[in-house]
């Protein structure tokens, strides 16, 4: 009993010592709870179609997480709360960093843990007052607002409880970085690495991945990934995001489960080291020595790692040479700065030469094993019998109309291609292409004046879907020439055609809204049809109908005369604006859709369509109209590269680098004769695809009158089977 | 009663003590005196529980003292760097030490508060660093607690105050359990106050006496005596520590009692003599200088 009165009154004895916490922590949630709802309730009244059941659940969304929330927004209340736990630690803990004070605290005849407890509770005290008035207030506003509901009170109170979990962690992370130094910056640096040191990390493993990984896919899109866990677990605030964006559509709750688990584990390590520190450690940088030496590893073989990227990105010349540059000076730079911070004497900059050669090793280890690839990232090819799909994507060759502005992992997700020997063969022979084209670079890196006739290169992304349940991502860029035979079975493959072509297979026509029209007659978009125009149906239909007989051959040989834009209409809601809460409910209550804008080419085989499209006025012929061409501008590069060759052959001395719209002057022709001689060869940059064999000794510019008095410009290439006689005078 | 035994405690390469072994008796004052960075605050504070020892082992009333509620609830820590909160007053201050000392005595705290003209509801901050010393030795007796650990307490208070202080000590030993320890480099500070002195040096305890049985035993003989043969005969008969020679005049500092001295002296047939009494200083001056310690690097 005596225990727990003076638990109780030291309790209330440290509060008023930190009041002004308290003060804070009130003003930050009368902000984020009721200040805040008065401020959304009013923008909600502007939501196009809201309802008040509508309202009423965002009320309740917005107690504990966004109800705008999209990847890239963090709740202002976990993100308040985490900050007020790192406040409320640091003021806590920061005796520690005081000789007067530790010897004052520390000569009670009170225990290390009563007295950490004793803080914690304080701390909780501090979040959990405010927090819950706030939320009353807030649902008090909400009342006012007649958006109140009984299930929005349970969701206050799990929302003050879901924070405390995220203030919890924020507190003991702080705490720990405080309990681990001695002095009050360098426990602040402390905390700034724990909170921030996995998004760095994840900032640098990705930069390393994209700079010495040639096959390396991280796209935009990587948060699922390994890597990006980092930054989004790594961290307080990437998890109490991670929550806020997932807690409003039913998940986040295992997150947070887990967050309070791992929260319990803080609190013991921090228990631990509260017991473990000497008091004598107020004053010095860090209280534990063996901590200290890890601490420096760490930080120290990170900054390397950091400068030797810099290094290498920003300066050219030899990036190999920028990049160990940047390794040896960072080391013994971060070396030297956290020599400094440990041991404030000049003369001791250079003491600690164990830990900088394990340091050095590490940077050795790591670099080498990124910048050779020591772990075969380049080369991984998992047993066929592992892979449970082998998508691929490329846009190059394939206008691929599922989801033109998605990225690509969404649509290698979409895929299931199997594991067939087509598939496999084709994998190998892209690490195979990639090592190829690598080397062709290198050589070319080498010396200025290589050239290799291995033709066009093309990115191409890869996903192995293996039976373990992981997925796995590359992007590989080759000659095509050296995968044309892989890529031309593949053209074939009808599976491959319908995962590629969603409108193949779709039952429904009526899915396929909003068409467009791209043709030789008018660089801008025509709108066939609107969303409301059941005409559509017949169009959609006479598309679907070509789009099954496609194939390789006409993929491969056929020069489209057109682009059919359109808007699908997707059975899931995975294509709506944003995966928030707000824009599901609206979807839900058919306010958005979820639609994916898809493109397709029309070829000259595409009968069924091209004949509706005639009806509709369209000519749709496979070359520009003579009739209307103005002008027609040639750049011919071939007579740039003789003057290179001249100046070389001369000892012409070239400085500046070699522009081809700076240095080629274009040959301009105006005479019908000679239009006419080339409109043949031409084809549009928007029809355009490496399966054409376009020319790229050629770009051309024509001219061409539309029908409101002025030119409209087309850029376009010459075909490499067809160049007109006039243009080799 | 204070035990240490073969205690040790270093702070990295530094080792501030350096195996002591300690005994301070219930009742008495005892003083710790030695020079700056001799271990005195290091040894205070691993007996008030702040430090851990490295080796050796610390028992007060035979109870380890680190990390024990009940033993360290005995102790009352005066810093020689007191700590109060910010902004604070005298009177928050007790508020605080009432919930952690059971037996603070407010009464006693408000009276001496009075007695000593401080002011209880102004900020601490304001005080001066005399004013600060005296709430903190004010605190440290109301806390009522068994032991009284002061670091340095009597820099900063003037004579007055510092006479005070002495006889609230002296008070309070005779009215209750109160067994003060007190560390200071200045050994004028602590001659009319402690019974009991221990001299500490590079972490280590050079002697540990009762303060009247070294007076009583070491005394200092000025005179001048007829011929060199009785000088030699004088010096062979005394156990000397020190002695001077000015002129014709012998300074001998000597063990022994007034009596014994005396009687040896007179043996001499002195033209004149004199014993005077040492004071604290002088007596550790020869005490360290017969430990074969250069005494000028040890104290002043």
């Known amino acids: 009993m005596k225990s727990r009165t003076l638990s109780f009154s030291l309790m209330m004895e440290t509060f008023k010592r930190q009041i002004w916490v308290f003060a804070v922590s009130c003003l930050a949630y009368f902000l984020v709870f009721p200040v805040n709802a008065v401020m959304s309730i009013g923008q909600w009244k502007d939501i196009y179609g809201v309802t008040l059941e509508l309202m009423q659940k965002l009320f309740f969304w917005s107690l504990y997480g966004s109800p705008y929330g999209t990847a890239e927004q963090l709740s202002t209340i976990l993100c308040v709360t985490v900050l007020l736990g790192i406040l409320s630690a640091v003021e806590g803990f920061s005796y520690l960093h005081s000789k007067t004070k530790v010897d004052f605290y520390h000569s009670l005849p009170i225990k290390k843990e009563k007295l950490f407890f004793n803080q914690l509770a304080v701390s909780v005290m501090t979040y959990l007052i405010p927090a819950f008035i706030g939320m009353i207030l807030m649902i008090g506003v909400g009342a006012l607002n007649n958006v109140f509901t009984l299930k929005a009170f349970g969701g206050g109170l799990a929302a003050v409880l879901i924070g405390l979990v995220f203030y919890v962690m924020s507190f003991s992370l702080t705490a720990l970085a405080m309990l681990l130094t001695g002095r009050l910056l360098v426990g602040v640096l402390g905390t700034a690495v724990f909170f921030g040191y996995s998004i760095l990390l994840q900032q640098i493993v990705i930069d390393y991945c ?189 206008i691929d109309s599922w989801g033109m502005y998605s990225e690509y992992k969404q649509r290698l997700d979409k895929m299931e291609l199997g594991n067939g020997n087509e598939m496999y063969q084709l994998a190998k022979h892209l690490i195979a292409g990639s090592k190829k084209y690598q080397e062709e670079l290198d050589k070319m890196q080498e010396d200025e004046t290589y050239e290799n006739e291995l033709g066009s290169v093309l990115p191409i992304y890869v996903k192995y879907e293996l039976k373990s349940g992981r997925s796995v991502y590359r992007s590989y860029t080759v000659y095509f020439e050296d995968i044309r035979e892989d890529i031309e079975r593949l053209s074939d493959n009808e599976q491959y055609l319908n995962d590629l072509y969603p409108i193949r297979t779709i039952d429904d026509p009526g899915k396929v809204e909003q068409i467009q029209l791209t043709s030789l007659e008018s660089s801008v978009s025509k709108e066939l049809y609107t969303a409301k125009d059941d005409r559509r149906i017949e169009f959609v239909k006479a598309l679907q109908k070509d789009m099954q007989t496609l194939n390789g051959d006409i993929i491969a040989n056929e020069i489209p005369v057109g682009r059919v834009y359109y808007d699908r209409v997707v059975e899931d809601n995975s294509y709506i604006y944003n995966q928030s809460a707000l824009s599901i409910e609206l979807y839900k209550m058919g306010q958005h859709s979820s639609v994916t804008n898809e493109m397709t080419y029309i070829y000259p085989s595409f009968t069924n369509t091209l004949a509706i499209l005639k009806e509709m006025g369209f000519k749709m012929e496979p070359q520009f109209d003579p009739e209307k061409i103005s002008q027609i501008s040639v750049y011919d590069y071939r007579k740039d590269s003789d003057e290179y060759a001249e100046q070389e052959s001369t000892g012409g001395v070239i400085t500046e680098t070699k522009d081809e719209d700076d240095e080629v002057e274009p040959e301009i022709y105006t005479e019908r004769s000679d239009i006419e001689e080339i409109l043949p060869s031409l084809i549009w940059y928007d029809l355009a695809s490496l399966w054409d064999n376009t020319n790229g000794d050629f770009r051309v510019e024509l001219s061409m009158t539309n029908g409101y008095g002025t030119e409209d410009t087309y850029i376009c290439y010459v075909r490499k089977d067809r160049i007109p006689h006039i243009l080799n005078k | 009663m204070i035990q240490i035994r073969e205690v040790s405690k270093n702070f990295g390469d530094v080792k501030a003590v350096n195996n002591l072994t300690l005994d301070i008796r219930e009742g008495e004052v005892f003083g710790l005196v030695g020079t700056n960075g001799a271990g005195k605050s290091t040894l205070l504070r691993m007996l008030s529980g702040i430090l851990r020892q490295d080796k050796g082992e610390i028992q007060i009333d035979g109870q380890n003292v680190y990390e024990a509620e009940d033993t360290k609830s005995k102790i009352f820590y005066v810093s020689d760097e007191a700590y109060f909160f910010a902004n604070s007053t005298p009177k928050e201050v007790m508020q605080y030490y009432v919930h952690v000392y059971p037996e603070f005595d407010t009464g006693r705290f408000h009276k001496m508060m009075m007695q000593f003209g401080l002011d209880e509801k102004r900020r601490i901050h304001t005080y001066s660093k005399g004013m600060k010393k005296q709430l903190s030795v004010i605190l440290g007796l109301s806390a009522n607690t068994k032991y009284l650990l002061c670091d340095e307490t009597f820099d900063g208070l003037d004579p007055v105050m510092r006479q005070a202080v002495k006889s609230l000590f002296a008070s309070e030993i005779c009215s209750r359990d109160f067994t003060p320890v007190i560390a200071s480099h200045n050994l004028r500070e602590l001659e009319d106050i402690c019974e009991h002195v221990g001299l500490l040096h590079e972490g280590g305890i050079l002697l540990s006496k009762d303060l009247e049985e070294m007076k009583f035993h070491i005394h200092k003989v000025q005179c001048v005596v007829p011929d060199d043969m009785r000088e030699t005969q004088l010096l062979k008969d005394l156990e000397v520590l020190q002695y001077h020679r000015q002129g014709s005049l012998l300074m001998i500092t000597a063990r022994g009692t007034r009596t014994e001295i005396m009687q040896r002296v007179e043996m001499a047939e002195p033209i004149f003599c004199e014993v005077i009494p040492l004071s604290l200083e002088e007596i550790f001056i020869s005490e360290t200088e017969v430990a074969g310690y250069e005494v000028k690097n040890l104290i002043f």
């Not at chain 1, 930054?231 to 997932?246: D, K, M």
């Not at chain 1, 030899?318 to 160990?324: E, I, L, P, Y």
Request: proline fraction near 2%.
């Open chain 1, 210 to 398: 994209e700079m010495f990984f040639h096959n390396n896919y991280t796209g935009n899109e990587y948060q699922r990934s390994l890597i990006s866990g980092m930054g989004t677990y790594g961290s307080p605030f990437g998890i109490a995001n991670y929550v806020s964006q997932n807690l409003n559509q039913g998940n986040g709750w295992l997150a947070t489960i887990v967050s309070a688990g791992i929260t319990g584990v803080f609190l013991v390590l921090c228990l631990f080291a509260y017991r473990k520190r000497p008091s004598e450690a107020a004053g010095s940088s860090m209280a534990f020595s063996k901590v200290a030496v890890v601490v420096k590893v760490i930080l120290v073989t990170t900054a390397a790692l950091l400068m030797g990227m810099i290094a290498r990105n920003v300066n050219g010349g030899s990036k190999d040479g920028w990049f160990v540059f940047g390794l040896v000076f960072g080391l013994l730079l971060f070396h030297c700065i956290i020599q400094m911070i440990y041991q404030p004497d000049i003369r001791q900059i250079l003491s600690g030469k164990l830990s900088f050669l394990v340091t050095a090793i590490l940077v050795v280890a790591i670099s080498c094993s990124f910048r050779f690839d020591l772990l075969g990232y380049d080369r991984y090819l998992p047993e066929q019998d592992e892979i449970v799909n082998l998508n691929v994507v490329t846009d190059s060759l394939f």
